[in-house]
Every structure is written in C-alpha cells, then in structure tokens.
C-alpha cells in the first residue's frame, strides 16, 4: 500500500512541476510579446499582457509598464483602480498617494492634484525615512517642485542625518546648481562630521569637465561667503580646498597666506602649497610662496628650506619657462654663489652646484666656471653616485655645447658604462646614440636607439623613437643620408645656440633636396629656431607652412598645438589661438594634443 502511495505522490509531483514549468515558459513568453507590442505602439495589446504578468509577478518593473500603457491609451479610469488597488496592497507606502494623485494631473484635473500633492506632504510624519521616499515619489514624475518642498519641509524639523545631502543631490540632478553648493556648504558649516563627505561630493564636481558650471557656481559661492562670513573659517579652507583641487593657484597662494596668517600658521601651509606648485611647475607662484616663508624670518621652521628652495624655482623658471631678463639670470647667479658660500660644498649642496654650472654655461657663456664646477664636484665626498653621474652628464652637455664632441662623447660613455641597466646609464646611452646622429653615423645611432626604445623610463623610450624614426624616415632614394646629415648639423648648431648657421644649412637643404621627406622637419626646425630667438611672427608662420605643407605627417599636430599656444600667450591672438584649438579637435581626434586642445578652447568659450 505505502508502495502505490508513493507512486501515486511522485506522479502529482511530476505533474506539479510540469504545469510549473509550463507556466513559467508561458510568463516569459508574455513578456517577451508584451515588450514586442509596446515598442511597437501597441498599448492596448500590451496593456492586457501586462495586465497578467504584474498579477503573477507584482514587481515595480512591471507596474510601470502596465501604468504607462494605460497613461498612453489615456485610460485613467482603469488607472485609477489598478493605483488603488496597489495602494491597498502596499498600506505603508506613500508613493502610491502621490501616483492617485499623479493621475488626476494626466487626467487633465491638474488643480486638484496639486492640492492632494500638498495634503500629501503635510500628512508627512517626522520620519527621515518617509521624507526621503515620499520626495524620490514625486521626482520619478517629474514632479520636482514638490519634491524640493517635501525636503525642505523635513530638514526644517531637523531630522537626523539632516537632509541637506539628498536636497544637493535633487539640486544637481534638476540642473539648480546655486541651490545644489548652498546646501552642501549648509551641511558642512552645522555639522563638522559632514565635512569630509561633503567634500568627496564636491570633488566629483571639481575634477569633471564636463561639470564645469557646476564647479563655478562652488567658486562663486565660496567667494561670496568668505567674504560675508569672514568668522566662519571653514568657507576659507573651503575655498582654499577648491583652489588646489581645480588648480587654480593663484586663488590658492591668497587663501593659503591669508589662513597662515589668520591661524598663526608659521609658514606651514604655505611651505606646503609651495611644494604643489613646484610639481605643477608654477614656478613664478611658487616663488612668491617661497618669499612669504622668508619674510617671516629664521623663527619659521621653514626659513632655511624655503630659501634653498626658492632658488630651485627660480632657476625652473628660467629653464623651462624661458621667460626671463638678464638680470635676473645675473642676480640667480649670485644668489648661488651666497648660498654656497653659507653651505659649502658638499653632499647637500650638488644639485645647487650642478644648477649654477648650468646657468654659467648656457645662459652666461661662462664655460670654464662651470667646467670647473663639475670637475671639482667629482671629488666632493659621499656624494651619491646617482648626482656624480649626472654631473658627469651635463659635463659632456656643456662640451657638446662648446665644440668638444668627442670629449663629449666619451663622458657619455663612461657614465653608461658606470651606470648599466640604471635610469641615468640609459640617458647616458640615448646621449651617447644622439651624439653619433650629429656627426652622421646615422647606421650607428640608429642601433643604439633601437635597444632604448624598450627603456624602462617612459621619457627616454618616447626620445628614443622619435629619433629612430627621424633616422628611418628619412633615408634618401639612394640609400644616402646626405639631407639627414645636414639636418642633424642643424641640430647641434641650434643646440649650441648658433642659430644662424643653423638657419643657413636648414636653408641650403631646402635648395638641394627640393621635396626631400625631410622637408616639413626642416621647416618645424626652423620654425623652433624661431621661437629660440623670440621672432614669434616668423615662427607662425613656419608653424603654418609645416602643416599646410605635409597636413597628414607626423609634425602636423605638434605645428598647431607649437602655433595655438603662440597665438594664445605670446602674440595675443586668442581668436586665432581658439579656431586652431578648433581644428586640432576637429581634424586631429587622434593627436596626443586633444586634451590640451579641448580644455583650452572650453575655457575661450566661457
């Protein structure tokens, strides 16, 4: 007996799986088909499927589509009495007053909505959760305004967390960016714990493009209470936050002097953005910086660092910026000379050696005091041998730089010899291949800088092929090298500073080899040669002529990026500066130079 009974149970559950799964096979069927008609426009078909398929599964998902089958078929009577059934079913929820509502507004019977839509929101119990659902209800219709209020009627009760963070977020997302930073800013002067969370929100908005507006309504904003506020000292750390994440620096120097002062800072702070600014290579802030810390005098602990450190900037700003008088070169020098006088030299004191050789030997002519230098800093005692490499470096640079190319060549050597498999051997070794570029062992060179192009250090590898490729591309029909070789001649007389016999054999190239692959490079040097000698109008238009003459070359975009920022903050053509940031975007998308091109031309467009 207990044998057929258990056949008979296993038979039911068969039969109890098989409809199942019919079932389940069938449900998926329906949605399939009930998505079909509803893409297709087919809202009465689509209704009744729904219909079903919310009744076995109520899910918000298919509540939706359900109720806009209906909106679309304008059935608001069959609305309405789904709306209130859900209703029934879910007690507790409070989206569904505002959907009845919501209903008599598409139903044309907008007055009355708007009324049951305020009832709604002062029935509203002194509870965050319900505030927060009840506001989501209303912003999923669009229904923004009432959602702002349901908000702003819950942070007046000061409930906890305050509601402050989810009134921001409603702001961002409906476009109301003043409204949006007051409410952070709100938040993060009542309540200290918030700070940090308000500032993580804030920094999606800092650090986004695309956010711009957005960010300089903060900006504005934090202005404005700095000033109107000035015992509220969180708005000027604010800002100053602001100004370092946007890098704005110039408005961070302000702020950061002014709260060093304010809070009796010593110089701190200060000291640290300056150390921000020399990493973003603001040099001439970071200067400035440096001269506030030593205004304050030896009672800053900072006094002796910013002193050594100013002439970094100093020096940086010459270098790389080379925006600078010869009086301040001379000054620069003698400001080396005094500090090397007060701190000997000695282990510490290299790399200020080795910057003050190279201001004697490029900028002052002065060979043989900085020969001496280098050659008296080998001998210093512990210095490392990472410094007494790269004094041995820039040695061979200046006797390059003199005329003493084999003596050049053979430091090189011996500091790649000195340093295999280590950042500086692998300069040493790129040094060494350049240098057979410019006496034409171009076979030679090219070896070398085959083996560099694997170079751990990013620089040296992207050197490397650069100047592989200059050396591949531009072999002539014969196999020779005669135009490169006179091209590279160029180039060592343009890096000695001896531009017009760099110009005279870039001119006689052009004269011999009409058409030569080589030409746009000609015409790019002479272009750079330009900008070496501040003739800003002449290097436009060779920048011009370079890409006019080969416009899907390599040089194209390096010509317009080198002509836009010439236009931009040399010539003062900002409207020619943006239509060639414009084109750069619009002809060049793959160029290295997009970003630059497309932040620079955002903030002309302002």
Known sequence: MSFYKSHISLLFASIFILFAGS????????????????????????ADLYQNIY??????????????????????????KFVAKVARQNPKNIKYKVEEAYILQRSGNTSKAEKNYNKIIKSA?????????????????????????????????RIEPPLNMELALLYYKIGNDENMVKEYLDLAVSYDKYID??????????????????????????????????????????????????????????????????????????????????????????????????????????????????????????????????????????????????????????????NLAKLQAFYLSDLESAKE??????????????????????????????????????LYKQVEKENKNEPTGYLAKFKAAQFYYYVGEMEWAKSQLDVLRGATSKLIANNSMELYLLIQENISADSSYDALSMYAQADLLQYQKKYDLANMKLDTILNIFPHHPITDDVYFKKAMIAMDEKKFLIADSLFELTADYNPFGPLADNSLIERARLNDFSLNNKAKAKEIYQKILLDYPGSLFTVEARKRYREMEK
């Open 373 to 410: 230098l280098l050659s008296e800093l080998q001998n210093i005692p512990n210095i490392s041998k990472k410094h007494k490499a790269e004094a041995k470096l820039q040695l061979g640079d200046i006797k390059l730089f003199s005329g003493e190319k084999w003596s050049a060549s053979l």
């Open 55 to 80: 009744d076995a599964k109520p899910t918000p998902f298919y509540y939706d589509y359900y109720l806009n089958c209906l909106f679309e078929l304008q059935d608001y009577k069959r609305a309405k």
């Open 23 to 46: 079932a389940f096979a069938q449900t998926e069927v329906d949605e399939q088909l009930a998505l079909q008609f509803y893409q297709n426009k087919e809202y009465d078909k689509a």
């Open 125 to 157: 119990d002194d509870n965050r959760r319900q505030y927060v659902e009840l506001s989501e209800a209303f912003a999923a219709r669009n229904l923004n305004a009432f959602a702002v209020k349901t908000l702003i009627k819950g942070k007046k009760k």
């Open 197 to 354: 969370v308000v500032k993580s929100r804030l920094q999606l908005i800092i650090t986004d493009p695309a956010k711009d507006k957005s960010s300089e309504a903060l900006r504005t904003e934090l202005l404005r209470r700095t000033q109107k506020y000035k015992n509220e000292t969180i708005y000027s750390e604010l800002l100053y936050w602001y100004s370092v994440q946007k890098k704005d620096f110039e408005l961070a120097l302000i702020q950061a002097k002014a709260l060093d002062v304010q809070f009796r800072e010593n110089g701190e702070r200060v000291f640290n953005l300056a150390n921000i600014l020399m990493s973003n290579k603001e040099w001439a802030l970071a200067v400035d910086a440096y001269n506030f810390i030593i205004d304050i005098g030896p009672e800053s602990i900072f006094y002796m660092n910013a002193e050594m450190r100013i002439l970094d900037a100093k020096f940086n700003k010459i270098i790389e910026d080379e925006n600078y008088t010869q009086e301040e070169i001379l000054s620069l020098e003698g400001d080396y000379k005094m500090q090397l006088r007060v701190f000997g030299k000695n282990a510490g004191t290299s790399q200020m050696i080795m």
